[in-house]
């Protein structure tokens, strides 16, 4: 049988209802029970000088910091601001108005002068770029015999000028530049997100000299590469295949990009390993975890490549020029090039070509702008 000591289990009184050792009492007489030494802890932590102090020196901070009277309430919600920085209109440490939305860098406030000032640079920003596409678009629609004759608004709307597009074999232009741009894109992008995967999830002997061999194509200008692109072009080396007057000879050049390529290894050396360790443990292959991980993660970086790359691939003319046997293979671009040249077309077509030229861009545009600022502004916070 155990004994125990009933002045012990006075002392401690837990030991009362519990089993205590008899030298319990003896070994820590001098100790107060757990339960009283957190009571008297949280009794000293309620203690209310201590709030008020804290209170005090927040007051003189927020004092000394935005040169305001009364910054706390002491008496209800002490530990919330009376009045934001934003609703005071003080800037941290500055002693002047927070920015509004009608703010700028220029220092111009929300004052009738500068909104006034702002609107005239709106009208002038509007009117160099906004006017020459509305000209554009007009001179489409009008009867237009006169080159020099351009209105912002069409007179006398018609559609003789599409019709005089179709006789041209604008439209055949078209499909040819939608199948060359649809066909090198996917390329680009299949291209830039294995190659992106590999440099930024690989380590391998001279990694920074093929980082540096696709920056050194983005340096160099397309007529430095034209004559030795058209000779590989029409003699492929080790097939002996030549290429000119198809659509490969176009979509294979652009088929990767150092630009994008770029975008993709940067974007996903963002992506924190554990989670691809995560999926590998979960029994994923690689190209499992680059398709179900990597590519929903990496979407804003893909619409950033998805646009600039259609419009690097659909504003394309001197590739197709010295990639082509003939007039059959020529895409849009080179088509209103010659258009324009040709003395027999009119202003009007030459609209109309320039609206058909502009609406897939425009169209590609609209669809991924959302993932192009998701993607710029991920970019600029990392």
């Not at 295949?241 to 000879?249: E, Q, R, W, Y």
């Not at 995560?278 to 993660?297: K, Q």
């Amino acid at each position: 049988m155990e004994h125990r000591d009933p002045q012990s289990a006075q002392l401690h009184g837990h030991c009362s209802h519990t089993r205590c050792d008899s030298r319990t009492g003896h070994l820590h007489r001098g100790l107060r029970a757990d339960g009283w030494w957190s009571r008297e802890l949280d009794d000293y932590l309620d203690d209310a000088g201590i709030h008020t102090g804290i209170r005090s020196q927040r007051r003189r901070r927020c004092q000394r910091r935005f040169h305001v009277a009364a910054c706390y309430n002491a008496d209800a919600h002490h530990h919330r601001p009376l009045v934001g920085r934003a609703q005071e209109g003080i800037v941290k440490g500055k002693g002047r108005p927070a920015p509004s939305r009608f703010d700028s860098a220029l220092g111009w406030t929300g004052e009738p002068s500068s909104r006034l000032i702002r609107l005239v640079i709106a009208a002038l920003l509007l009117a160099v770029f906004g006017v020459p596409f509305l000209t554009v678009i007009s001179s489409a629609f009008s009867h237009t015999s006169d080159p020099t004759q351009l209105a912002v608004l069409p007179t006398d709307p018609t559609l003789d000028n599409f019709r005089a597009a179709g006789e041209w074999s604008l439209f055949t232009y078209l499909r040819n530049s939608l199948i060359i741009a649809g066909g090198g894109l996917l390329l680009q992008m299949t291209a830039s997100v294995l190659a992106g995967y590999a440099l930024s999830r690989r380590k391998f002997r001279g990694q920074a000299l093929v980082m540096l061999l696709f920056l050194m194509t983005m340096m160099l200008p397309e007529e430095v590469i034209a004559v030795p692109l058209s000779i590989v072009l029409g003699d492929l080396p080790l097939l002996g295949i030549n290429l000119k007057g198809t659509v490969f000879a176009i979509i294979l050049p652009v088929g990767i990009w150092g630009f994008s390529i770029m975008v993709m290894t940067e974007f996903m050396r963002d992506i924190p390993e554990e989670i691809l360790e995560a999926a590998r443990l979960d029994g994923l292959s690689e190209i499992g975890v680059l398709g179900r991980i990597v590519l929903p993660m990496c979407k804003p970086a893909l619409g950033v490549i998805t646009i600039f790359g259609f419009i690097m691939i659909w504003n394309q003319y001197l590739l197709p020029l010295i990639a082509s046997n003939g007039p059959g293979s020529y895409t849009i671009t080179v088509a209103i090039a010659l258009l324009r040249d040709d003395p027999s077309g009119s202003t009007g077509l030459l609209a109309a070509g320039s609206v058909l030229a502009l609406v897939p861009s425009l169209i590609v545009y609209l669809l991924l702008q959302s993932s192009l600022v998701r993607g710029i502004t991920a970019g600029a916070g990392k």
